[in-house]
């Protein structure tokens, strides 16, 4: 799967800034359309209205693996029950990630999952 910004959800060059932005939603898109492809089931909590604390946006599952991904914009801010939940999955040994768009951008994400 060749990546590039003609082939992204969420893609904007509108606003000013010093390269293309992505949105968080656009991020989300993104990741699952490739984990899918990849032959990962997939879980995202649409609404954590009712949902644990700081559970990771994505709980991917495949291929004799377990990931975990918090999902950030470029600014976005890490709160300390989603960095708390990332740490106690990272010490089980289960490969717990925060992805920005930037990750998506330079392959990091793809990298991760394949």
Same mark, same amino acid.
């Given at each position: 799967?060749?990546?590039? #910004?003609?082939?992204?959800?969420?893609?904007?060059?509108?606003?000013?800034? #010093?390269?293309?932005?992505?949105? %968080?939603?656009? !991020?989300?898109?993104?990741?699952?359309?490739?984990?899918? @492809?990849?032959?990962? /089931?997939?879980? *995202?909590?649409?609404?954590?209205? *009712?949902?644990?604390?700081?559970?990771?946006? !994505?709980?991917?599952?495949?291929?004799? /693996? !377990?990931?975990?991904?918090?999902?950030?914009?470029?600014?976005?801010?890490?709160?300390?029950? $989603? $960095?708390? @939940?990332?740490?106690?999955?990272?010490?089980?040994?289960?490969?717990?990630?925060? @992805?920005?768009?930037?990750? @998506?951008?330079?392959?990091?994400? %793809?990298?991760?999952?394949?």
């Amino acid at each position: 799967m060749s990546i590039t #910004p003609d082939t992204l959800t969420g893609w904007s060059a509108q606003r000013p800034s #010093p390269r293309p932005t992505m949105t %968080e939603r656009a !991020l989300l898109a993104n990741v699952l359309a490739m984990a899918q @492809w990849l032959g990962y /089931r997939t879980y *995202h909590t649409w609404r954590s209205d *009712h949902s644990v604390a700081g559970y990771p946006d !994505l709980t991917l599952v495949g291929h004799g /693996r !377990l990931v975990v991904a918090e999902l950030k914009s470029d600014r976005g801010r890490i709160s300390s029950c $989603q $960095q708390r @939940w990332l740490d106690e999955f990272a010490l089980a040994g289960i490969p717990a990630y925060i @992805w920005r768009p930037r990750d @998506w951008l330079d392959g990091s994400i %793809e990298q991760a999952l394949r």
